[in-house]
């Protein structure tokens, strides 16, 4: 509305300016052109009278009083002075001392003059730039009065006073006055009009615009804003729609990335927590929670402050005042209240004193000691296999040359010591064997990869250990897709998993086959109702040559494992005594492959 009131101001001056300037000068120069013509009426009247009166006094000798009185054409020139005259309203004669001489129809005649303002003062008014100060008097009638001396000799005689009136010149006046105001009335009522229709459609094409911006800076997507015409506007309106769209297609892109950036940080395995400056946690992904309030399920960090979530004793804390202090710690070792031990960074955000926030990384060092173990079990296993394999070798030939003669000689013993070497052979024979299992252990497998159906291998695993003393149970995912690996070789690992299960149960029980597609993996589980492994040597399992059995060679998971890390799986077992063990196995899954329908579940 503001708006609006001073584009219809400024628009009503500019258009009155002009008119009411031009108005005034032209009422100017009528007013002056008429009073210049009742100066010179006047001048030529006076002029008359003095012609007049100059005759009447060429007359003989006399008083020069009683001649003007008596001369009947100064009489008759006074009068026609007033009768025709324009504006004049008094004609006279005037003697030295004041009185009236002669007068027009004899009015005054032998009393004092009236004292007038001179017809020059009226001159003067006219003269005026615009009439701004002597306009007040040209409105209303006023005499004015032109005088001449009469003289002789030089020698004042008399003066010939004419009254003038302004009544004629006033009523023109106050009409051109009144036309200017009526004229002025009606262009600031049109300007008004105009005005007020020009500024309404401006001002709605503005609201259009300001709305599109206030959408804009508000965070909404605004419509294309749409303004007719070929002015500025429209101009202006397609450079907004141009930003809109730039707009909306960085936000979006934001949006994506933003999206993107959040859904990997969730997901990563490390924790990851944000704290503005007054310690406030913006952010946490679901690790940080389970690292940092694991008992704490239903509070959330995000939102709240980390000290009141962790208590002000939390060793995180400490570091966290440090960092804001000045000094950055990057992978410190540190042992958390709720347990496990963790590499803790800090990193400020910002460049000033006081940082904008804190960015906390928190990461397991189980992965990392569970890694460096399988470095150093991985060097030593290297290092033990060449020596290994260097004496197996050394071993082989004369294990071939006993067994050889060993069989010679049972031939030729015959009876009880017949018996005797053939049981010495068996011995040679295993040991061979055994050697042989070990060479090929210490040595690259060459795999012939194929997609299978890890099913169909469990249903025919299942059927070779089924007896009247095991049962086997099947919870086989009939959706499973293909796993791509070595078949033969999987066939043996698993083989020699559920051998062990078969055997830990002296008296018989149930063998449990599962298989279910774990993300990007298939997972085959194998459980049994065996004793179950102590604590202790649970750990030792996958050495090489550790066994708990008295005939065992300790050969059988470490094989398995190596059978399946070579083909890109994985390998775990849970043991409780008296409950039984469970050996999980992970393999991935064949690229582009498709779910074949499984075998069928029940036993």
């Not at 969730?266 to 913006?282: H, K, P």
């Not at 399946?564 to 077992?573: D, P, R, Y």
Request: proline share 3%; glycine share 8%; with cysteine.
């Amino acid at each position: 509305m503001q708006l609006r009131a001073r584009l219809a101001l400024l628009a009503l001056a500019l258009m009155l300016v002009p008119i009411i300037a031009m108005s005034l000068i032209s009422l100017d120069s009528r007013i002056d052109t008429m009073i210049e013509d009742t100066s010179r009426s006047t001048d030529f009247m006076i002029e008359q009278i003095f012609e007049q009166v100059r005759l009447a006094l060429e007359q003989g000798n006399g008083d020069i009083t009683a001649k003007l009185k008596n001369s009947e054409p100064v009489r008759k020139v006074l009068d026609s002075t007033v009768a025709f005259g324009p504006a004049v309203v008094t004609a006279a004669l005037v003697g030295n001392d004041g009185t009236i001489i002669v007068a027009a129809h004899g009015e005054g005649e032998g009393k004092p003059a009236m004292n007038l303002p001179s017809v020059a003062e009226l001159d003067a008014d006219a003269s005026r730039w615009l009439l701004f100060a002597s306009l007040p008097n040209l409105l209303t009638a006023k005499v004015y009065e032109a005088r001449r001396r009469v003289e002789i000799n030089n020698q004042p005689v008399a003066t010939i006073s004419i009254g003038v009136t302004t009544a004629l010149i006033a009523d023109k006046a106050r009409h051109l006055l009144m036309v200017i105001v009526t004229t002025a009335g009606l262009v600031i009522a049109g300007a008004l009009l105009v005005v007020t229709l020009i500024a309404n459609r401006i001002l709605e094409q503005l609201a259009v615009l300001t709305r599109g911006f206030e959408q804009l800076a508000a965070g909404a997507n605004p419509t294309e804003v749409k303004v007719s015409g070929g002015n500025e506007l429209s101009t202006l309106a397609e450079k907004f729609n141009e930003l809109s769209r730039q707009v909306r297609a960085d936000r979006s892109r934001l949006d994506n990335d933003q999206t993107h950036l959040f859904d990997v940080v969730r997901s990563i395995q490390d924790g990851v927590v944000l704290l503005d400056a007054n310690g406030i946690v913006l952010f946490a992904n679901e690790k940080a929670q389970t690292l940092l309030a694991p008992k704490k399920e239903k509070v959330a960090l995000e939102g709240g402050t980390l000290a009141a979530v962790l208590g002000n004793a939390h060793p995180v804390l400490a570091l966290v005042q440090s960092t804001v202090a000045g000094t950055e710690a990057h992978d410190v070792p540190l042992a958390l209240p709720e347990g496990g031990s963790f590499l803790v960074s800090f990193f400020r955000l910002g460049h000033e004193r006081i940082p904008a926030g804190l960015l906390i990384v928190l990461r397991d060092l189980q992965p990392v000691i569970e890694l460096e173990t399988a470095l150093d079990s991985s060097n030593r296993l290297a290092r033990l296999g060449t020596l290994i394999s260097g004496l197996a070798h050394q071993l082989r030939s004369p294990l071939q040359g006993m067994s050889m003669r060993l069989e010679l000689l049972s031939r030729e013993a015959g009876g009880v010591g017949g018996r005797h070497i053939d049981k010495l052979h068996h011995e040679v024979t295993r040991l061979d064997e055994a050697v042989e299992a070990l060479l090929r252990f210490m040595r690259p497998e060459e795999l012939k990869v194929s997609d299978f159906d890890l099913n169909a291998l469990l249903k025919e695993l299942g059927s070779r250990v089924m007896s009247d003393r095991i049962t086997v149970e099947y919870q086989l995912d009939s959706s499973l897709p293909l796993i791509r690996a070595d078949r033969g070789m999987i066939y043996e690992a698993l083989t020699n998993v559920i051998t062990n299960a078969d055997q830990a149960m002296r008296d018989g029980g149930l063998i449990r086959l599962s298989s279910k597609a774990n993300g990007s993996e298939v997972e085959v589980s194998i459980a049994d109702q065996g004793h179950g492994i102590p604590k202790e040597q649970l750990d030792r399992i996958f050495d090489l040559y550790y066994t708990t059995k008295t005939n065992g060679s300790g050969l059988g998971l470490p094989f398995a494992m190596r059978a399946i890390e070579l083909n890109g799986g994985k390998i775990s077992i849970e043991s409780q005594i008296g409950q039984g063990t469970v050996c999980t196995v992970t393999f991935p899954i064949a690229a582009d492959a498709r779910a074949k329908p499984s075998v069928s579940s029940t036993a």
